[in-house]
């Protein structure tokens, strides 16, 4: 059944679409999964997708979710126009999003409207250093969740890549800030590059995993300098 619709739709029968739409939900669903697991004919099932009526898509592809035919779903969507891309993620709850997306290429991924992820988005807004005695110093990482849902996650500092300490922040809601601070004793003078990382592991599925990570580089001096701290440069990266 599944490669005599594959042959229809190679021939534009356009039949066909009619057809799958008045199909019982379980059946066009087997149908549809035994067409994505011939070869190089997931995107037979795209071409299918783009035919058939919202409901029925969105019935199966909740249906593959649901069997666990992730793998198969990811070859399908990511043959995907960007505008059903969109319908389908705006009509999935959160659990079924983060299965979905799971499963894409992350060039798929980044075709999907942000505004539509039920997922956390963590950044790095600020890194910076405060003396707080003769030779230790304070750093406070100013992060935010930019995203629709809330997350726990781990900071971690590192000093010219060495690791300092890790900070757990057990929930930061949507749309929340928190800082972050971390106790810092050199054990020289020179120049030292202070960075941070939000979960560094990737332990957290968020909308954007580029913007996780910030540094500071700053000078210290000896301690009869004032400060004992001078910015040489500051950014925020990655």
Not at 88 to 116: H, N
Not at 117 to 133: A, M, Q
């Amino acid at each position: 059944c599944a490669t005599l619709i594959e042959a229809a739709t190679s021939l534009k029968i356009t039949g066909v679409i009619k057809m799958l739409d008045l199909a019982e939900t379980d059946l066009l669903s087997k149908v549809l999964l035994e067409i994505a697991r011939l070869p190089s004919t997931p995107s037979t099932v795209t071409r299918l997708f783009e035919e058939m009526s919202e409901e029925k898509v969105i019935s199966v592809v909740r249906g593959w979710i649901i069997d666990g035919h992730l793998q198969e779903l990811g070859l399908v969507l990511d043959e995907a126009s960007e505008e059903m891309l969109n319908s389908v993620t705006g009509k999935l709850d959160k659990e079924e999003q983060l299965k979905m997306l799971q499963a894409l290429r992350s060039e798929t991924f980044t075709q999907i409207d942000p505004d539509l992820l039920i997922l956390p988005d963590l950044s790095v807004t600020d890194v910076s250093v405060k003396k707080k005695g003769s030779s230790n110093y304070r750093v406070t990482v100013d992060v935010r969740n930019t995203g629709a849902e809330n997350t726990a996650f781990d900071v971690t500092m590192t000093v010219d890549d060495a690791r300092i300490d890790t900070f757990t922040v057990d929930e930061l809601l949507a749309d929340e800030e928190r800082k972050v601070e971390f106790e810092w004793e050199p054990g020289a003078v020179g120049t030292f590059r202070i960075s941070a990382f939000v979960d560094g592991d990737n332990d957290v599925f968020e909308i954007n995993e580029n913007d996780n990570s910030g540094y500071l580089d700053v000078v210290i001096e000896k301690p009869q300098s004032l400060t004992g701290v001078y910015l040489a440069a500051g950014a925020l990266v990655l």
